[in-house]
């Protein structure tokens, strides 16, 4: 059975300094997922890896995937209070429709002053 | 625009109540799948299908029924055998098996509550 874990579940953040958001995984995946979502809202893609090791960046956040290891991380590069939010990482399997996904327990993020 | 459109964005159920939450689809998708939600915690997987007229359990399919008519519908009833239904449902679409970048989309959502 696929596990997904993220840590911390909680992080509260200072403006300016730097976070990051761990992802382990225990099966091999084709790719995985990172997501936002905001209090009582859906949730907003942020990230698709794909399983070659890919790095995306977008403004201050930049995903990674480390697939010997199943660990993807979430890099936050000097926070802001817009950044606010729960984060999922979702990983997905080759063997099924890539919507069907297994998910992290999230991380609440709360970014102050 | 093409999306994923729930409805309604909240409900009230009784208890004994079988309640339908609605989920349509102009994205052309083949594959679409229910997710709930509960406070504090990730999503799991209800239901899906990947094809008309076709779908299988997820992870916690007990106390739910799904049926998959259409290619843009994948209605999710919520039967009184579910026993703890108050959460927050998401209807979410892909493509289905290949594709290089191809991720599902998420709806909007329908919050759940038994009064």
């Known amino acids: 059975e696929l596990k997904v874990e993220q840590n911390p579940l909680f992080l509260s953040m200072q403006e300016g300094k730097n976070y990051t958001i761990y992802c382990n995984y225990s099966?091999?995946?084709?790719?995985l997922y990172w997501y936002r979502q905001d209090p009582g809202k859906s949730l907003e893609s942020l990230f698709v890896?794909?399983?070659?090791?890919a790095v995306k960046q977008e403004g201050r956040l930049m995903a990674s995937l480390d697939t010997k290891a199943r660990l993807s991380t979430l890099h936050i590069t000097a926070a802001v209070h817009d950044l606010s939010a729960t984060y999922f990482c979702?990983?997905?399997?080759?063997?099924?429709?890539?919507?069907?996904?297994?998910f992290g327990a999230g991380t609440q993020v709360v970014v102050t002053p | 625009d093409g999306g994923i459109t729930q409805s309604p964005k909240y409900l009230f159920r009784k208890e004994g109540q079988n309640v339908t939450l609605s989920c349509e689809q102009n994205?052309?998708?083949?594959?679409m799948y229910w997710y709930r939600q509960d406070p504090g915690q990730g999503l799991r997987l209800i239901y899906y299908?990947?094809?008309?007229?076709?779908?299988q359990k997820g992870d916690i399919a007990e106390g739910y029924s799904v049926s998959r008519e259409k290619k843009e519908s994948f209605p999710l009833t919520v039967t009184s055998a579910q026993k703890n239904p108050t959460a927050f449902y998401l209807c979410?679409?892909?493509?289905?098996?290949?594709?290089?970048?191809?991720?599902?989309?998420f709806g909007q959502g329908t919050r759940l509550t038994v009064v």
């Open positions: 890896l794909l399983s070659n090791g």
């Open positions: 994205l052309n998708h083949d594959a």
């Open positions: 979702a990983v997905a399997t080759r063997t099924d429709s890539w919507g069907k996904l297994q």
């Open positions: 299908s990947q094809i008309v007229n076709d779908f």
């Open positions: 099966t091999t995946s084709d790719r």
């Open positions: 979410a679409s892909s493509m289905g098996q290949g594709g290089m970048n191809t991720e599902a989309f």
